[in-house]
């Protein structure tokens, strides 16, 4: 009888790319005249004999999250460690599902004013309002079309001005402001009307109002008046902008500049001024650096380089590569997992609260979508 012999696994050897290649593969190269290295290659089989396979632990030790702005309407703040794909999708979850309150349905009583009333109604529900947090996010619930409103889905205002002309005006004015009361009509002069429980809520300080009081709407001369009524319900902004509680969320790239050889003197003069203000600064070469053999500031103790102060600041020009002094002594790029998010709040959500719901609602969207894939193949 044929022996057999027992047959062992050969572990299989995984590469491990260089710190120099992981760079290079990291950074979308920005040349002259052209733009490579811009298809992402960080998934399983693209490089033979390397492990891209997703790992929790791995994705937890190289994301982060760092702020360089948090205002209440504005925030920018850095992104790293991430594909574009998620980048992207938190883009579009801020700009499209985190909802709003706005106006939606408007009771035209009396429009006399030379604005006509479908103008008039865009104007009105194209202003963002603000109030309490605790009642507009946890208090007020969607409202359904056809149903009756009610204090937990619908909020009311109105708008009552009327023009005339002011008796105590100078003879001698011009100024409609000064001619006329209500010759400007405002975001300030609608009022917030509390129904049932909404005085809970939106008191004082908390009350619903404009986030900017001072959005002109109407202009007004004596006799004309604007008498309405306007409901407010939730919404989010793929039904229609309004409701996007955002005026602006985008990203760009995180810039690289590479100095390649010493700039030094007039050149790195010139140099710093190929980019925008707080990019590049000079200094002086040192008597170390001077000393020191290989370094390219041989013999120019005491001169002006070119240094890298902050790169975030650069928009991507390429201005110093249309200059022959600086060619192959400098190189650009953007790092491909490294994503500088600005975000601009209409005013009902605080900057960065916005991304904060972004990442709730991205995890809502993934739990929906596991138990569709679980349902799908039972």
Request: hydrophobic share 35%.
């Amino acid at each position: 009888m044929g022996s057999s012999k027992k047959q062992t696994a050969v572990p299989v050897r995984t590469k491990v790319p260089s710190p120099e290649e992981v760079e290079k593969r990291n950074t979308v190269h920005i040349n002259a005249e052209t733009v490579t290295n811009v298809t992402s290659t960080d998934f399983p089989g693209f490089y033979p004999g390397e492990d891209h396979s997703w790992d929790i632990e791995k994705f937890r030790e190289s994301v982060r999250v760092v702020f360089h702005q948090n205002d209440p309407y504005e925030a920018q703040f850095s992104l790293i460690g991430v594909d574009a794909s998620i980048a992207n999708a938190f883009r579009r979850i801020m700009i499209a599902d985190i909802p709003t309150l706005a106006i939606e349905d408007i009771f035209m009583w009396n429009n006399t004013s030379v604005i006509q009333d479908e103008v008039l109604g865009h104007r009105l529900g194209l202003i963002p309002f603000t109030g309490g947090k605790e009642g507009l996010h946890n208090f007020l619930k969607w409202y359904k079309k056809g149903e009756t409103p009610c204090d937990y889905n619908t909020v009311e205002l109105e708008l009552k001005v009327k023009c005339e002309n002011n008796e105590s005006a100078p003879a001698d004015s011009k100024d409609p402001k000064e001619l006329y009361h209500n010759a400007h009509v405002y975001a300030k002069d609608i009022k917030f009307v509390p129904k049932g429980r909404q005085a809970k809520y939106f008191s004082g300080e908390n009350a619903i109002r404009p986030t900017n009081p001072d959005i002109l709407v109407a202009k007004m001369r004596p006799g004309q008046e604007i008498d309405l009524t306007m409901h407010m319900h939730k919404g989010v902004g793929s039904d229609h902008a309004k409701f996007s509680p955002v005026a602006t969320a985008s990203y760009r790239l995180m810039p690289t500049i590479t100095i390649l050889e010493p700039i030094l003197g007039r050149d790195a003069e010139k140099f710093q001024k190929c980019f925008p203000e707080g990019v590049i600064g000079l200094e002086k070469v040192t008597k170390e650096e001077a000393k020191k053999k290989g370094s390219g500031y041989e013999g120019h103790e005491g001169e002006l380089k070119a240094v890298v102060l902050d790169a975030m600041r650069d928009t991507v020009s390429r201005e110093c590569l249309r200059h022959d002094e600086f060619k192959d002594k400098v190189k650009l790029g953007r790092r491909r997992d490294h994503f500088i998010y600005l975000v601009e709040s209409t005013g009902q959500w605080e900057s960065d609260a916005i991304f904060l719901e972004s990442i709730a609602h991205l995890k809502e969207k993934a739990k929906r979508f596991e138990k569709q894939v679980v349902n799908m193949v039972q």
